[in-house]
């Protein structure tokens, strides 16, 4: 009996220790994360100053043209950006897994380098390589094409958007999918080998399926990157030309912080985004979570 009370005292104290480390992080989470997000929701239900509005926001969601632009932009460079980064990452990361290759230290660092890169600094040097005088511009003429003016004409400064964003982030996918791929037993790749399957078979029958958890997971990671996306569009373009290439977190930040400020409408985006992102999400998990 004395035994039963000191083992049930031991795993209160276990408990306890547990709780004190958790709860000053649930705190900080609560305060900083959960917290303005209520805010948000329920300042997305008032009108300017203090009243209720009712859905007034959302309806105005509907009629806003900057917003539908926004919109069309960001869904653009989610479904353009999001799987050539997703399949350029898996491909690099089952080329930088083989025991054949050397030096793949060196190459997962280069490749991985992008992610660590200054958002400011790359979008600079994005800048420069595709102005008029640019070394793009200056390939271009070389290969006897005109030249483009890619930050004047909304195609072609969504494209660079694209460009960078498939450039810094494909290492940072491309670190998940080598660490899935190397959990992956070789036996298994030794049987299907000596039953004759081929290396394209082995991909797809193996690979894919035991990677399936991983590739769910930075899927989930580059919708919510992508609906959220602000840095791109503010220190690559500006959300031009015009607001052509402006994000809907884009235009959260002109309507709360660069024009008259309208924190109320802001709100209502913000939901909006947020709604948007767990319904995708969500989405995504049905469709590619396969576990019985």
């Given at each position: 009996m004395?035994?039963?009370?000191a083992k049930?005292?031991?795993?209160?104290k276990h408990?306890?220790?547990?709780?004190?480390?958790l709860?000053p992080?649930a705190?900080?989470?609560?305060i900083f994360?959960?917290?303005?997000?209520?805010?948000?929701?329920?300042?997305?239900?008032t009108?300017?100053?203090s009243?209720?509005a009712?859905?007034a926001?959302y309806q105005?969601i509907?009629?806003?043209?900057?917003?539908?632009?926004?919109?069309?932009n960001?869904v653009?460079?989610?479904i353009?950006?999001?799987p050539?980064?997703?399949l350029l990452a898996?491909?690099?990361?089952?080329?930088?897994?083989?025991?054949?290759?050397k030096g793949?230290?060196i190459f997962?660092?280069l490749i991985?380098l992008p992610?660590?890169?200054?958002l400011?600094?790359y979008?600079?040097?994005?800048?420069?390589?595709?102005?008029?005088?640019?070394?793009v511009?200056?390939?271009i003429?070389t290969?006897?094409?005109?030249?483009?003016?890619?930050?004047?004409?909304?195609?072609?400064?969504?494209f660079?958007?694209?460009?960078?964003?498939?450039?810094?982030?494909?290492?940072?996918?491309?670190?998940?999918?080598?660490a899935g791929?190397?959990?992956?037993?070789?036996?298994?790749?030794?049987?299907?080998?000596?039953d004759?399957a081929?290396?394209?078979q082995?991909?797809?029958k193996?690979t894919i399926?035991l990677l399936?958890?991983?590739i769910?997971?930075?899927?989930?990671?580059?919708?919510?990157?992508?609906?959220?996306?602000?840095?791109?569009s503010?220190?690559?373009t500006?959300g031009?030309?015009?607001k052509?290439?402006?994000?809907?977190?884009h235009y959260?930040?002109?309507?709360s912080?660069?024009?008259?400020?309208?924190f109320?409408?802001?709100a209502a985006?913000?939901v909006f985004?947020?709604?948007s992102?767990?319904?995708?999400?969500?989405?995504?998990?049905?469709?590619?979570?396969?576990?019985?």
């Amino acid at each position: 009996m004395k035994q039963k009370k000191a083992k049930m005292s031991l795993e209160k104290k276990h408990n306890l220790t547990g709780w004190a480390f958790l709860i000053p992080a649930a705190l900080l989470i609560f305060i900083f994360c959960f917290y303005p997000m209520i805010q948000a929701i329920i300042l997305s239900f008032t009108k300017k100053g203090s009243g209720f509005a009712g859905l007034a926001n959302y309806q105005r969601i509907l009629k806003d043209k900057t917003f539908q632009q926004c919109l069309f932009n960001t869904v653009f460079y989610f479904i353009i950006q999001v799987p050539v980064m997703l399949l350029l990452a898996l491909g690099l990361a089952q080329l930088l897994n083989s025991p054949k290759i050397k030096g793949k230290s060196i190459f997962r660092t280069l490749i991985f380098l992008p992610c660590a890169t200054s958002l400011v600094s790359y979008s600079m040097i994005f800048k420069s390589l595709f102005a008029q005088d640019g070394l793009v511009n200056n390939i271009i003429t070389t290969l006897g094409f005109d030249r483009v003016d890619w930050f004047q004409n909304a195609w072609a400064a969504r494209f660079v958007i694209i460009i960078a964003l498939i450039w810094r982030w494909t290492g940072y996918n491309m670190v998940f999918y080598l660490a899935g791929l190397q959990n992956i037993d070789d036996s298994v790749y030794e049987a299907s080998y000596i039953d004759g399957a081929t290396p394209f078979q082995q991909f797809m029958k193996i690979t894919i399926p035991l990677l399936r958890p991983t590739i769910l997971l930075t899927a989930i990671m580059s919708t919510s990157g992508t609906l959220q996306l602000f840095d791109e569009s503010v220190n690559l373009t500006s959300g031009g030309p015009g607001k052509s290439t402006m994000t809907l977190a884009h235009y959260v930040y002109n309507i709360s912080f660069v024009e008259t400020p309208k924190f109320n409408y802001a709100a209502a985006i913000s939901v909006f985004i947020l709604v948007s992102v767990a319904v995708l999400s969500a989405i995504q998990m049905k469709v590619g979570d396969k576990r019985d």
